[in-house]
């Protein structure tokens, strides 16, 4: 197993405690159940703040970006695989497990590298393959601003406001 540095530590560490900072309300349907927890790759922090200390099984990108997202969701209680659902697929296979168990999972709709905002198969696969819904994650947001990156990640301001709707993405029938 490898062990982030001692750089990615220390920032992972800052991140945690800045995403403990939110405010989170979560608004459910009343059915609200274990799934895949599907979220747009902007909104990443947020649905990372949402689910922690859930034990909600992640899958992150094996990228450097990967690296220090995976090392900040381990210290919020997640369970992370790394990979992708065309790189590291026996990892995917760990997350479809978790599903089958009964436990949540978690990814990026739009995947790794976009583009933003266009579902990839993985998600929709995992949420057949185990017979659990696939929600999505659509959070709204108080004070934040975004990045001038692929995906115009959000970025919430510490101690903010965030109201996390959950809706059904597809259903399994």
């Known amino acids: 197993m490898d062990f982030p540095s001692l750089k990615v ?3 992972s560490k800052i991140v945690e405690l800045w995403l403990r900072s939110l405010r989170i309300k979560l608004h459910a349907p009343s059915d609200f159940g274990p799934g895949v927890l599907g979220l747009w790759h ?3 922090l947020a649905s990372v703040a949402t689910f922690k200390d859930k034990n909600v099984h992640i899958l992150i990108s094996e990228s450097k970006d990967g690296e220090f997202l995976a090392a900040t969701a381990q210290r919020l209680g997640f369970r992370v695989a790394r990979g992708s659902d065309t790189h590291g697929s026996i990892n995917v296979r760990h997350v479809l497990d978790s599903l089958k168990k009964g436990d949540f999972a978690g990814m990026a709709l739009d995947g790794p590298r976009g583009p933003a905002m266009e579902a990839k198969p993985g998600s929709i696969w995992l949420s057949k393959s185990s017979n659990r819904p696939l929600w999505l ?4 947001y108080g ?3 975004r990045l001038k990156s ?3 990640m959000i970025i919430p301001l ?7 709707r959950i809706n059904y993405f597809c259903e399994n029938k």
């Open 9 to 11: 530590r220390i920032a």
């Open 42 to 44: 902007q909104d990443v």
């Open 137 to 140: 994650l659509s959070p709204r």
């Open 143 to 145: 004070l934040h601003f």
């Open 150 to 152: 692929w995906d115009k």
């Open 158 to 164: 510490p101690l903010t406001s965030i109201d996390m």
